[in-house]
């Protein structure tokens, strides 16, 4: 039996470092910010990536139609993404738009 984290595990270091390079460096070094706001009225909604990440896993296993090697690199890539998002301070506050 393979273990499973073995496989998962080249995927979620490509995905992690990934982000960390083009997401939460320059965000942090330069200030940039990259975000996804949902505005309903007055009020403005922050997305986080980890939450359509997840939305994406999810969907990636309800439709696994690619070989085990692939549908696990690409889970990995995700799961790798979704963890990368928690080094800021605020990920779980959604209300916190800079732009009005």
Known sequence: MNNIFIDFFPGFIC???LFVIFHYIPSKQYNIKMELDLFIKSNCFHIHHWMSTLFIIIFIIIGRYTTKYYFRFIIGLFIGI?????????VFNLYNCNRH
């Open 82 to 90: 979704l963890i990368e998002d928690f080094l800021f301070r605020n």
């Open 15 to 17: 995905g992690f470092l």
